[in-house]
């Protein structure tokens, strides 16, 4: 029985080659994969605006004999899912209606729960081998991906990792690629609404045999198809923007699984740090 993550895999293998109408068939898949197993195909059909051949047709595309094989092997593969929820309680409602400070907290502890169930290990473990084997490491982001791009540079330089982020002031993301080479990570920050910016330069990056790893909120984000790896994470907001709760967990995580495959690298960038910090008078011991 394939599981889930060979299951997506499929779909993101195919999805290039897909025509438009089936690419949305399959963004809908990779979005409800929990789901699919509980309709049928003229509902699927009716959700995605597509025809019931499309759907048929769409199975047919990633290897499988019709819409009810593929529904199968999704149902099947959930089997071991099932039951894998909440890992942190929710913060107790208190008695008055007007507690935004524990909305957002109970919305940012859910979102960092759905975050450990969305993220594979086997993808964290292959983003953390593809940082520590790179040369270098560029991050990038625009908006509030911006300034989660350049704490992750600064932290994975904490633990030894030469990493810096593209900077957006002088020239374009596509630009910055040019002076990338295949020794090099280019890791992109990527949440609605996305920048079409980020996903060119990972595009660009790709076809010049550049690595890609990707953070983003799901398994169907632009940027998922120009990526070696994707981590997704949940970043649910009670406002307009994307909380980065969860986000900061997921870097702090990858800074410190950096840090834990080579310890003596990481413990050795921080007494060198601490020492410069002393000898010119930055900090007071």
Request: aromatic residues 8%.
């Amino acid at each position: 029985m394939k599981a889930q993550k060979e299951i997506q895999a499929t779909i993101h293998k195919h999805y290039e080659e897909l025509p438009a109408n089936q690419k949305i068939i399959a963004e809908y898949f990779l979005e409800n994969f929990e789901r699919i197993p509980f309709l049928s195909v003229h509902e699927v059909a009716e959700a995605t605006s597509r025809s019931v051949a499309s759907v048929v047709r769409f199975a047919q595309r990633i290897g499988y004999s019709g819409f009810s094989e593929l529904r199968d092997a999704m149902a099947g593969s959930l089997q071991n899912r099932i039951g894998k929820r909440d890992v942190f309680p929710l913060v107790k409602k208190k008695a008055r209606s007007d507690d935004p400070l524990t909305d957002v907290a109970n919305l940012d502890i859910q979102n960092i729960n759905d975050t450990l169930n969305m993220i594979e290990r086997e993808d964290f473990r292959k983003a953390i081998n593809l940082i520590q084997r790179s040369s270098r490491v560029f991050t990038m982001g625009l908006g509030i991906s911006s300034l989660l791009s350049q704490i992750l540079s600064y932290q994975l330089n904490q633990v030894g990792i030469d990493a810096r982020p593209f900077d957006h002031s002088y020239s374009s993301f596509v630009e910055q690629v040019l002076f990338l080479n295949e020794q090099d990570l280019l890791l992109g920050l990527s949440f609605p609404p996305y920048s079409k910016e980020t996903i060119d330069a990972a595009h660009f990056a790709r076809q010049n045999n550049v690595k890609v790893v990707s953070i983003t909120n799901k398994k169907s984000a632009p940027i998922t198809f120009e990526s070696n790896v994707s981590l997704m994470v949940k970043s649910e907001n009670m406002l307009f923007t994307n909380s980065f709760a969860a986000i900061s967990v997921l870097i702090n995580a990858i800074a410190t699984g950096c840090a834990f495959k080579n310890k003596a690298k990481a413990q050795k960038m921080v007494d060198d740090i601490n020492k410069i910090m002393i000898d010119y008078n930055h900090i007071v011991m």
